[in-house]
């Protein structure tokens, strides 16, 4: 057991490792040389958990379509508002998933491994039907548009808030996206009863028991 | 004249070709010898126009924030729906104006050269507070931050459709982004004169003398 623990925090270690020099330096740059150095670990050790480069790029994409934090909640939208609100407490910290979405925008990587994009619209798209069924949206919000429209305005709040720099916080840029489009897509009675504050990601992160952790 | 506008169209074409290269294998990898290759001009043809490949990128950049085909309307705010409507409208057909994003999603060219984002940001912001000491907006809506999002929102939109692809059409995303955020930030005696349709920007294109043609 001991053991195993060990390799998971080395293959981590090395995932994180990687996703920090694709994000620094892009995909084609980033070295198998340079993550040697980076890491201090030998190539035997690398290559005992990844057989490429290829292959971390891929498991970093793995990593990218995570619910990790979401708990059911009262309104399916709720549940769709803390996958984004989630995300953008996670995304500044955590190096693999800002490398998903680097790996995404990049004309080499994405030809080589397509992007996660689709899942994602995917995972919106579901928890709006429910939402819709359940009468939570207004009659013309069409949820795989509104899910799309979304995936794409989340994606580029991030991109353009990192290069802003400027003090902004991403959650609270990505709340305050919320806050533009939830009035256009939920009733009136469910809004004021829908929590999309920039401080509601971290309350659910540090609620969670670590057994609930999904992913890492 | 003639030997001026020959010019003209070779620099043009100088710069469409690098762009394209930027847009399928990235910064890095597009070169001087591919564009060679591609242009079919000398070496001497290309440094005759542009210095060095920094200096090519440094010119997408600066083609980046555009107004052609914007023109005066009875509404702030649908001068600033024009801005977004127009770019959605030219960006799949110009390979310039999508280098231009590109190059501000690459770790490598951000570094060197920046974005252009701020600027959109402030062209954005100025047209809102236009607007909104108009009395065109509601209270609530923060020039600022609404531009902000929306930049970010655009950008993330592109980007996601490009990759998504799936039939889907740029001018129609983008309609539905601003009818997803519109009726938060306008009032409604305003929002019934605002349009937001994906046709429009291909009429006001259509509708330009080519003397107001600010940019190519």
Known sequence: MARQERAIRTRNR????????????????????????????????LYF??????????????????RRGLRPQPFKVQEWVDL????????????????????????KARRLFGTRWPDWVA?????????????ELLPHADPAAVS???????TGVQLVTEALGDGLDLAGEISMLYQLVLP??????????????????????REETPEA???R
């Not at 790029?57 to 990218?64: D, H, I, P, Y």
């Not at 995304?91 to 990049?106: G, K, M, N, Q, Y």
């Open 184 to 205: 256009n897509i939920v009733t009136p009675a469910v809004l004021a009863r829908i929590d999309s504050s920039a401080y509601r990601a971290e309350r659910l992160l």
């Open 123 to 135: 995972v919106g798209q579901e928890l709006l039907v429910e939402a819709k069924e359940r009468g």
């Open 84 to 107: 984004g609100l989630l995300l953008a407490c996670r995304v500044p910290r955590e190096p693999v998933l800002r490398a998903a979405i680097r790996l995404s925008v990049d004309p």
């Open 49 to 66: 958990h990844f057989a490429s480069k290829e292959d971390i790029a891929r498991a970093v994409l793995e990593e990218a379509v995570t």
């Open 148 to 154: 799309r429209a979304v995936v794409g305005s989340w």
């Open 14 to 45: 090395i995932l994180d490792a990687m996703a920090s020099l694709f994000n620094e330096v892009g995909y084609d740059a980033a070295t198998i040389a340079a993550l040697v150095e980076r890491t201090g670990l030998t190539r035997g050790a």
């Open 213 to 215: 952790d999904d992913t």
